[in-house]
């Protein structure tokens, strides 16, 4: 049978191409029932206020940088979206004077215009808001030398071989109205992919790369980070791919309830938990890793109820 058009733009795969069961199954998932979707190797934490939230992403860069050693360097990959970890990260390295110069990190991805990466002056710029809200706040004696910060290019070779030797501890990130993590959106209806998203084992293999954005991404950048301008943001970015999430120690996603809606954090947690990964729902593959965590601030779960505004 075949698939649905998407409601968002037919030229694209995303959620509401699915079966309508998995959606109305996701809807309906009480607080209760979210949490009851842990099982080995994916977990669901809840926290009640918006500081113990945080506090717990930024304690996960500590946690991380804290392991590397010379001879054994280790790090994080993180994002921009949530960013209100980042200055926490930075004040508990100073406070607690901790040493992370052999400790690495990585860059989840950054806006891709013009044949290249945005420069770090393009007011949305992840580099940008990595270094001014974490890194230049960190005690100069204290931070990892600058070729330890690796950020997306659009030559993405040094990018890669960053990964070969170090230990990534986790990677964390947000989830976007499409149900993406970093810029893992899902692919466009074309070619060998018009009537069936790619298989879970296909989209696994992609790696760093440039991609086109789904509008709904657009869009929702537009409004979280300018302002509701939408010709502000560029419409393909450069991001880590599953290649590179499969190596990373843990996934661990985090929801605040600002990013994606009540509806998409229950949707993602029922494919992972069930076992239903599809590439329409790139997040839903995460299903696959060995350890992943879903982070969520609990009032930020709200319902799935109509409500008319």
Known sequence: MARKLSSISANWWDYTTLDQTIVDDAARLTQKDLLELSRPGFKVVFYDTLEEFYLAEAMEYIHAWHQSTADNPTGICGP???????PLVAQLVNDLDLDIRSAHFWGMDEWYQNGREVATDHPLSFEKADRELCFDRITSNRVMPDNHLHFPKADTTE???????????????????VKHWAFNDPPKREGAHQESPPSPEEYRKLGTRIVDLHPLTIVQNARTSGG?????????????GPLETWKSEKVSIWHAGCHDNPFGQRLTALMISKNIPDSSVPMSL???????VFNYFRPGISTCQVEMH
């Not at 921009?80 to 980042?86: A, C, R, V």
């Not at 890669?160 to 947000?174: N, P, T």
């Open 80 to 86: 921009i979206g949530p960013t209100e970890q980042l």
């Open 159 to 177: 990018f890669l071989a960053s990964w070969e030797g170090i230990r990534c501890k986790v990677m964390q990130g947000g989830q976007g109205d």
């Open 286 to 292: 995460l299903a696959d890793h060995p350890n992943v």
């Open 228 to 240: 509701g301008n939408i010709s502000l943001v560029p419409t393909q970015a450069i991001t880590v």
